[in-house]
């Protein structure tokens, strides 16, 4: 339960990083996106009143958005750089990651005048359209420098399908007519289904991954169409998510010939086969659990073992946060990670669009 956490040292764990980093971490000056998104939203799952501390810094945060005006006609794209150091004049800098991390920080920070005033939502709608490759159907991180085509040097996967997909329903576009106004749906769901794996979940060459698995479903969720899975599909999935939960318990014969196998992971999930339990991972299987248990109905898992995990294993109770297991030390990514699975599981976070439930704008 999030109850159970020591909120205060995670509350300054997650308020450190935002604060003025030293000099030494400037080499993260592009990531500082991610690293703003994870702190609010680590702070509003944590029930803390983002909107009362952060909201004035949010001029500093629309500085980042930009439109561009395509070289070959008039259409104009818009969307999130990551940072000022990577902005050179008549060259395209905006990112699919960053635009869904900006765009959900001002939707926490309930940001009235960038949804109302400042956002063009076709700009930013054609910016995500154009990151879609017209054949395959998946979505690139970035464009070209300088043509408006995907980007030839990043490959497109699940990640940025849903990160495209989460955008477009965050700015308005829900309906399928709407959404075909800039994006190809129909290639889309059948490039995610092409990545649906034998063993149940999704991933690339045939291994099933639990973050691909995550953002198949979500994104196939906020389409509408998760009834384009077969239903033997859904239940080869809930059974391989549901024995991702690692267990210390049964056969210790097969437990001790495994090189990935700690008996102090129990109840915590792992991200693929034979790989040790890790925190991100349980808030991934729980979203992807949820997405395929019918309402009401309860996960087929332990929760109280992936508590008992997070809680009593990864939770860093000396500095706060949280790390990815019981020897690494906290950091950003897993704190968020954390807090938002012990969130999910107390029903009060939506795992789908990664932010705390009943935030409008
Ligand atoms: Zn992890």
Redesign the pocket.
Known sequence: MISQLDNRKHVKFLKRHLELLPSSHQEHDPNKMAIIFYSIMGLAALKIDVCKEYKANLHWLHKHYRTIRSPDSQETISGFTGSFSMLISSVNCLSLPNTLFAILTCRTLKDEEFFHEIIDPKGVASFVGRCQDPEVGSFTSTLDYKRLIPSPVDTGDLRFCYIAVAILQLIGFTNEGELKEFIDVEKLIQYILAQQCADGGFGSYGEPHAGYTSCALSALSLLGKLDRLSDCFKERTISWLVSRQVSNQGCMRFQEGNDCFDSEDHGGFQGRENKFA????VFWCLNSLRLLTPDGCELPIQPDLAEDFLINRTQNNVIGGFS?NDQDDPDLY?TCLGIAALAMLDGSFDGVLFIPKGITV
């Open positions: 890790d925190t991100c991972y990815k897993h």
